[in-house]
C-alpha cells in the first residue's frame, strides 16, 4: 500500500476532561513503503448497500460514520461527535444497509481495522475512506490509574488506543454476520 491521499483530519481542543470542540480538516496520509502492510488485501470485501464485509472476523462495518448516510453509492453529510450514551442509543435504533442489530465494536474489533503502516489515519482508506484522524468509541472499558472505570477509545490518528477523558467521540458501527 503506498498511498499519500488528502483525507479529513479530526481535531480536538480538549480543556480538563472533556472535548470542548472538534473540526475536520484537510490532512495527507502517509504510508511508509518500508513498514509491512498489517492488513491482507483479500480480508474486506465492499458491499453495494455502504457496509464493508470483514472476512477475516465474520464483521459487518457500516462505512459511513454518525452523522452521514449513504446515497448514491457514497457517504453523504458530516461526520459528527456524540457522547458515549447517544453512541449506545443511536446502534440501538440503527437501521444501516437493511440491517439492523448493529452494535459498537470492543476495542479488539475496532483496533482490528488499523494500518499501521499508516498514519494520519492509520486505516486503509480503500475500504474505509470516512474515518478520520480522531478519536472512536469502543464497548469496552477498563479502570484507569486512579481505579475509574473508562472507556476504550482508537485515536485513528496512529491507532493508539486511549482511555477516554473525551466527552465527545467518532461512532463506525459494526454487526455480527
Request: proline share 2%; with cysteine; charged share 20%.
Amino acid at each position: 500500500m503506498n498511498k499519500y491521499w488528502l483525507k479529513r483530519l479530526s481535531l480536538s481542543l480538549c480543556l480538563g476532561s472533556g472535548t470542548l470542540f472538534s473540526a475536520l480538516v484537510t490532512a495527507e496520509q502517509q504510508c511508509l513503503d518500508t513498514v509491512a502492510a498489517s492488513i491482507s488485501d483479500d480480508r474486506f470485501e465492499i458491499q453495494q448497500d455502504g457496509s464493508v464485509y470483514d472476512a477475516t472476523y465474520g464483521l459487518l462495518w457500516f462505512s459511513c460514520l454518525y452523522g452521514q448516510t449513504w446515497d448514491d453509492g457514497e457517504c453523504s453529510g458530516t461526520a459528527t461527535g456524540l457522547t458515549l450514551t447517544e453512541a449506545y442509543l443511536y446502534a440501538d435504533e440503527a437501521v444501516l444497509a437493511g440491517y439492523d442489530s448493529w452494535r459498537l465494536p470492543n476495542i479488539n474489533e475496532l483496533q482490528s481495522l488499523v494500518e499501521w503502516q499508516c498514519v494520519s489515519p492509520a486505516i486503509d482508506t480503500d475500504y474505509f475512506p470516512e474515518i478520520t484522524s480522531g478519536y472512536f468509541w469502543s464497548a469496552s472499558a477498563r479502570n484507569n490509574s486512579s481505579d475509574q472505570p473508562t472507556t476504550l477509545m482508537v485515536d485513528f490518528y496512529n491507532g493508539r488506543v486511549r482511555d477516554t477523558l473525551y466527552l465527545n467521540g467518532y461512532l463506525i458501527l459494526v454487526r455480527d454476520m
